[in-house]
């Protein structure tokens, strides 16, 4: 059955740091894979997806992700954080007509 | 845009009670789903429905039910509240035949004391 794990679940950065929370998936046949948010006081919503063709994927507020198929990851990556980007991020994978969510990645930015 | 409305924000309840989460749909969604989110544990379903009436349990369903009656209507009923249920609580919709993505509600804080 497919799963995902994150490693960090905390996670402390300086404004303009460079990000990358990691998400691992169990290998289950056909692969797609979600970077969902929670902002603050928010609901939850999608980041990006990953469903086929280019492992690189592009999301929302200048978050990208990359399919590596031989390490089974799909890291989120930002290139410079900033204050408004402190959240839970929470890798996912879709099973059946479900979603398995890991456990989340609490982000702190430091302005 | 799809819309997932809750009924309330937070709640307080007593032990023993009999409580109703309500989730609102309108995007004409076949799925529903309810989950409860507790810190370092993400998100955990409780139950799916993917038609009216119909319903499968999740991962945890002991100690709730659900109901669906209507399309866009979906909801969560703690049949006698306990303590080890104050938790948020996520309602979520999708199209069916996935992998589709769910669009959430903003979620109901339960406290039951």
């Known amino acids: 059955a497919q799963s995902v794990s994150q490693h960090n679940h905390h996670v402390i950065l300086s404004e303009a740091a460079s990000l990358e929370l990691g998400c691992n998936y169990s290998?289950?046949?056909?692969?797609?894979l979600f970077w969902y948010v929670q902002y603050p006081g928010q609901h939850l919503q999608l980041l990006l997806k990953y469903f086929s063709g280019d492992p690189l994927v592009k999301g929302i507020k200048g978050f990208e992700a990359e399919f590596i198929k031989s390490k089974f990851s799909f890291n989120l990556r930002k290139p410079s954080v900033q204050w408004s980007d402190t959240a839970e991020y929470f890798c996912?994978?879709?099973?059946?007509?479900?979603?398995?969510f890991g456990k989340g990645t609490r982000l702190h930015i430091l302005p | 845009d799809v819309k997932v409305t809750q009924s309330s924000r937070y709640l307080v309840k007593r032990t023993g009670e009999k409580v109703f989460l309500e989730c609102v749909q309108d995007m004409d969604h076949e799925n529903m789903f309810w989950y409860r989110q507790d810190p370092g544990l993400g998100l955990r379903l409780i139950y799916f429905?993917?038609?009216?009436?119909?319903?499968e349990k999740g991962d945890i369903p002991e100690g709730y039910s659900v109901s669906r009656e209507k399309k866009e209507r979906f909801s969560l009923i703690l049949e006698s509240a306990s303590t080890n249920q104050t938790s948020m609580y996520l309602c979520?919709?999708?199209?069916?035949?996935?992998?589709?993505?769910?669009?959430f509600g903003p979620g109901t804080r339960l406290t039951v004391t």
């Open positions: 979520a919709s999708s199209l069916s035949s996935g992998p589709y993505e769910q669009y």
């Open positions: 996912a994978v879709p099973r059946s007509d479900k979603i398995i």
């Open positions: 429905s993917y038609d009216v009436k119909m319903k």
């Open positions: 290998y289950g046949g056909t692969v797609n």
